[in-house]
């Protein structure tokens, strides 16, 4: 099916037709829009009405900002209602004066401006003579009069002084929103060399959320990481937007958060520091026996700002060495002496010899039994191959019995990153603003494998070694043409490039221990993986299957906004480009020397007892692996290509003193990516069983995925106030969300790549190689095949492969968010919110295997197909389902007054919908053959979160209430505690079985239960934390009576505190001495038990998180601020 072409004007090229578009736009604004507001991503704008001591309206007032520390000023005057209104202002502290002729002037000191926010300062006026002035300090209390979207901002002052953990990177901080989970690590090591948090908002996928530096996109499209995170010494102030968001801001369903740094003052200002945390401060985990491994870890840097020619050009700057050595403690499971001679007696279940009985059934099958001993594998038979992959992998080392979690050893990580910032401002003149930011940052890694070259589980088999490099940089121009109008021009770079390569890169370890057809080349060096399961580890040997990869992305982001004020509307509209490039040479699904995976059905009795480690022990040892067994080989690298384009208009009307609406549009265009030249694409089309190439024959490069012109966004708010102390508000928007993942749908396909994927016919038969043979690790992989693509980019007959087929017809996925607020201003500098927030995804994303079993018992035969086919493989497309979020958001502020700044934020919510994303992505499918078993609670779903942060100046010493002269002043002065307290509940999940009774490919099974689910609360490997004895494996060929996500695991608490002492050297630098203490309490965050009733550890808990999560660490740190 064609695509859907461009109208003929712009089908030459999208991407200069956007240019001009953009430069249209800029010459026929002011003659559209004769006065307008500017775009907020990196600016801030500040309003208010003037009025007498009757409250009548002062209409030509002259109104004056003034930025305390650049000494920026604007003026304006006063329209018919005694409205002004400032756009485009920079972060900062402003000074506000009114001035008219009859009244005594009017000032309002110390207001804060943050980025993406609008301040409201109302001033009344006297009567009586311009020389006479009433001057008075803004409230701390700030409400939020004037907006309906839900936001939070951090201060620098948060950033700086609240304890963080993982780099003190600011993302952390994300938790003080409501709705907000835990920030936490995703990917491994490598991917996220920049150790980027992600957070789930409001119920959405973290890859809904949008990252940006001053309004600039930074974001690293494929696994939506944060590609260059500023050190939080370098932040101004980081607005985190999670609902109902300005119409300027799009591609996003979850949070945009928005980074501003600091820019140069008048005044010289900076700081050194120096952050050390080490191992002989930490506690041990509850489950370490051996002693702490050594770790180092130093956070170095500092930054300086000033004036280059003061009120004019200003310039900051800061520099950030990381040193991170890691001590690591692994347990991890290894096979038993008596496992690896074939006594499998201690397995708990029974093993059959698959040579027995009914091979393509698995009916009818002998018990082994060797030497009057049930299941004992003869020793002769067990593989010679498997025999040296043992010999690899060290004997349990931890006393007991236990056939898991029995093997534990220190391993070391290293870090090395290195980073800067550079920014300068120029006011060139009232008019004109101009700033310039570059951001680099270069990350080395080192992983030490747990068996040495052999690799191993340990650390996400994340083997390896890597190096990535990234940039950001941005310029932004703002012209004020008047008082009521402006405009802004902003281009923004964004690159990096990440290499990794695995341990045993360049070695030929698969031909050494006999699995032919392995080590071709460079990229295929090394050894193959061997999963195991039922509590043994995938990877008992080897490197994840990513490995070596390279890849690189650029993204260049052109933006145009104008705006201006007209009467009491502030219209404002915008156009964006952007350019997205990435760059891919990367193992998938099994990795460049591939996969041998063991199950259990190849030696169970279908319809015999249960099944447990003992069988994937066995399966190993007779080498006959079953499903997840294969091979994918790069033939080419791949490349994806994209333009997009958005625009945006919206209006905020003060329809009356008290009353603020907010309405606007935002239209949003994804160009169908394309590979970087022709034959870099392909989709699979599972009708005809062929492979369609893009730009061969009368192929088109987008392989024909619909070009969508549609999405219009509306965006609305309210916000009313009821008096000086109380705002209403509420809102509703939609929002889309792009492409919703990285290369894998374009690069695993052939040609791109071969892809070997080895299945079995049913759940108790051997995985089969193209040829029909059983695969085996003696018999290896074959030779790649080469791409022949014929003139019209048809390949017909597609060799057997798990392939992706994308659906032309995507649209994309959006979300319908809510809210209704009350905000309340309290006593003592506390403001109170109370919120509903809600939201509807509509058409998200999952992976869903079109060539599943949908007949259970039925194996290969209940796969479509399989019939017409003979495909086993997978064929995997994006399914698209709805997601709904509802909760009680309440937030409890109180910014810096009298030495105390807190946030306090509650969370009580539900979500559910069809899929959670996974760690690194999209989900996936979980039931085929009853679709909606697939509707729960979502994984990431925790009922209650509390999230309390503090910053606290003890109120003694010089300027305070007590003890505030003399020695005393001296000892007591200069304290100050900060914290970030969280309590939440627990995530849901699910308890599995073994698939083999099941036996329908790609569907997951669930545990059967006969009772009560129970806590009993156990920790460790000699008990387990719910009651098990109530759930079984279901015996027969239908799904257990146990649902997705039905079970709660441990909740979580932790607290993470600083004590700081500050000591006055000059009346201008300060020395600052703090300690740090993550998990102060020691209490970690376990994760959900072991879940499979297969498993030989369920039910049990045996291990916890590490970092600000895990164990009690302490860092210590010296500052010093001038």
């Given at each position: ?12 090229g999208?991407?200069?037709?956007a ?13 559209m ?17 003037i ?34 209104d ?7 502290t ?154 300027e ?11 501003i ?11 050194a ?18 002693a ?83 299941n ?41 990153s ?104 460079a ?34 982001d ?26 891919l ?11 041998f ?64 609406l ?17 034959g ?14 893009a ?18 966004a ?9 008096d ?225 942060s ?8 010089k ?43 790609s ?68 020395l ?51």
């Amino acid at each position: 099916m064609r695509p859907i072409q461009f109208p003929s004007c712009m089908r030459k090229g999208l991407a200069q037709n956007a240019v001009r578009l953009m430069l249209l736009a800029g010459a026929t604004a002011p003659v559209m829009l004769p006065g307008m507001m500017i775009a907020q991503a990196v600016n801030g704008s500040l309003l208010g009405t003037i009025t007498d001591q009757s409250n009548a309206a002062v209409p030509g007032a002259t109104v004056t900002i003034t930025e305390v520390k650049s000494g920026a000023t604007k003026t304006t005057k006063t329209n018919e209602s005694g409205v002004y209104d400032f756009e485009a202002l920079q972060p900062g502290t402003y000074q506000v004066s009114a001035v008219q002729s009859g009244f005594k002037a009017a000032k309002v000191e110390n207001v804060a401006v943050v980025v993406n926010t609008t301040r409201r300062v109302d001033l009344s006026m006297s009567v009586g003579s311009t020389d006479e002035s009433i001057t008075v300090s803004a409230a701390s209390e700030v409400l939020k009069t004037d907006r309906a979207d839900v936001a939070v901002d951090i201060t620098s002052q948060q950033a700086e002084d609240l304890p963080l953990g993982t780099n003190r990177n600011v993302q952390g901080l994300v938790a003080l929103a409501p709705g907000a989970t835990k920030p936490h690590l995703v990917h491994s090591n490598f991917f996220n060399a920049q150790a980027s948090l992600s957070t789930e908002v409001n119920g959405q996928s973290r890859l809904a959320n949008n990252l940006e530096i001053e309004g600039v996109d930074d974001n690293e499209r494929s696994g939506l990481l944060q590609v260059l995170i500023p050190p939080s010494e370098a932040i101004e102030s980081v607005n985190v937007s999670t609902a109902n968001y300005q119409a300027e801001f799009g591609r996003v369903g979850g949070a945009v958060m928005d980074m501003i740094l600091k820019s140069g003052t008048n005044a010289i200002h900076g700081q050194a520091y120096e952050f050390n945390r080490i191992s002989a401060l930490a506690a041990k985990t509850r489950f370490q026996t051996t002693a702490m491994a050594p770790s180092v870890y130093n956070y170095t840097g500092g930054n300086i700002g000033g004036p280059i020619i003061k009120n004019k050009i200003f310039l900051f700057g800061d520099y950030l060495h990381i040193a991170d050595h890691q001590g690591q403690f692994n347990t991890v499971s290894v096979p038993t002496a008596a496992f690896r001679a074939g006594d499998l007696s201690a397995g708990g279940t029974n093993v059959y010899d698959p040579t027995t009985g009914n091979q393509a059934t698995g009916t009818g099958r002998t018990q082994f039994n060797y030497q009057g001993r049930p299941n004992v594998i003869d020793p002769a038979r067990i593989s010679p191959i498997a025999t040296r992959i043992l010999a690899m992998v060290p004997l349990p080392n931890i006393n007991g019995t236990s056939l898991t979690n029995n093997y534990s050893k220190n391993t070391h990580f290293v870090r090395t990153s290195n980073s800067f910032d550079v920014k300068a401002d120029a006011n060139i003149h009232n008019e004109d603003h101009l700033s310039y930011r570059y951001s680099w940052q270069n990350v080395d890694q080192n992983q030490e494998p747990i068996f040495g070259i052999a690799g191993g589980p340990a650390q996400g088999a994340n083997n390896a070694s890597g190096t990535q490099t990234a940039y950001n940089t941005a310029l932004n121009y703002t012209r004020v043409f008047s008082p009521r109008l402006l405009a802004e021009v902003r281009l923004g770079l964004n690159h990096y490039r990440n290499k990794a390569r695995q341990v045993d890169y360049g070695t030929t370890a698969s031909s050494a221990i006999g699995i032919p057809g392995v080590n071709v080349d460079a990229n295929t060096s090394g050894l193959t993986s061997i999963n195991l399961g039922g509590g043994l580890p995938s990877n008992l040997v080897g490197t994840g299957a990513s490995y070596p990869w390279d890849r690189g992305e650029t993204n260049i982001d052109l933006v145009n906004n104008w705006s201006r004020v007209v009467g009491n509307h502030g219209v404002k509209f915008g156009i964006e480009y952007r350019r997205v490039r990435d760059d891919l040479f990367q193992g998938q699904v099994y990795g460049q020397r591939g996969v041998f995976a063991f199950t259990d059905g190849q030696t169970a009795l279908n319809g015999g007892p249960k099944t447990g480690i003992a069988n994937y022990m066995a399966s190993f040892l007779l080498d006959i692996p079953g499903s997840g067994t294969g091979r994918d080989v790069g033939v080419k690298d791949a490349s994806w290509r994209e333009n997009q384009v958005f625009a945006y208009v919206q209006d905020t009307w003060q329809a009356s003193p008290k009353l603020t609406l907010n309405y606007g549009v935002r239209w949003e265009f994804y160009d169908p990516p394309t590979p970087r030249k022709a034959g870099d694409y392909s989709n699979y089309e599972p009708n005809t069983n062929s492979l369609i190439v893009a730009g061969i024959g009368s192929n088109p490069m987008n392989i024909g995925l619909a070009t969508r012109y549609r999405y219009f966004a509306p965006r609305v708010g309210i916000a009313y106030r009821t008096d000086a102390k109380t705002v209403i508000r509420a809102g509703y928007g939609i929002s889309y969300q792009s492409w919703p993942d990285n290369l894998n749908t374009y690069a695993t396909n052939f040609p791109l790549k071969q892809n070997n994927a080895y299945n079995p016919l049913n759940s108790y038969t051997p995985a089969l190689r193209a040829d029909g043979t059983p695969a085996s690790m003696a018999g290896g992989f074959p030779a790649p095949l080469l791409a022949n693509v014929p003139s019209n980019g048809i390949i017909t007959n597609a060799p057997l492969a798990a392939y992706y087929a994308i659906n032309t017809k995507w649209n994309a996925p959006y979300t319908q968010s809510f809210n209704a607020a009350l905000q309340r201003a309290l006593p003592a500098g506390f403001v109170l919110d109370i919120a509903y927030v809600g939201n509807v995804g509509i058409r998200q994303p999952q992976y869903y295997n079109l060539n599943a079993g949908f007949v259970a018992g039925a194996g290969a035969a209940g796969q479509p197909e399989y019939a017409p086919f003979g495909r086993t493989q997978s064929t995997t497309t994006f399914a698209q389902a709805t997601s709904n979020y509802n909760s009680l958001q309440v937030k409890l502020d109180h910014r810096f007054n009298n030495g105390l700044s807190a946030t306090t934020s509650y969370t009580y919510q539900k979500g559910l919908g069809y899929v959670t994303s996974n760690s690194t992505g999209v989900g996936s499918t979980n039931f085929y053959i009853d679709f909606h078993r697939n509707y729960s609670r979502l994984a990431n779903d925790r009922t209650h979160t509390i999230v309390q942060s503090f910053i606290y100046q003890l109120p003694f010493g010089k300027g305070k209430k007590w003890a505030n002269s003399g020695f005393v002043s001296h000892v007591a002065g200069g304290w100050q505690v900060t914290g970030v307290m969280s309590i939440e509940t627990g995530t849901p999940f699910s308890v599995t079985a073994s698939g083999t009774t099941l036996n329908a490919p790609s569907n997951t099974q669930v545990a059967n239960i006969n009772g009560k689910f129970r806590k009993t609360h156990g920790i460790g490997t000699s008990t387990t934390w719910f009651d098990t004895s109530v759930f079984s494996q279901p015996l027969t060929a239908a799904f257990g009576n146990t649902g997705q996500n039905a079970f709660v695991g441990p909740g979580f608490f932790n607290l993470d505190a600083s004590l700081f002492r500050s000591f006055a050297m000059t009346e201008r630098v300060i020395l600052e001495f703090r300690a740090e203490a993550f998990s102060l309490t020691n209490t970690p965050q376990y994760g959900n038990p072991s879940s499979s009733v297969a498993n030989s550890d369920f039910g049990q808990i045996n291990a916890s998180s590490g970092g600000a999560s895990g164990n009690r660490t302490v860092e210590l740190a010296g500052k010093i601020r001038f």
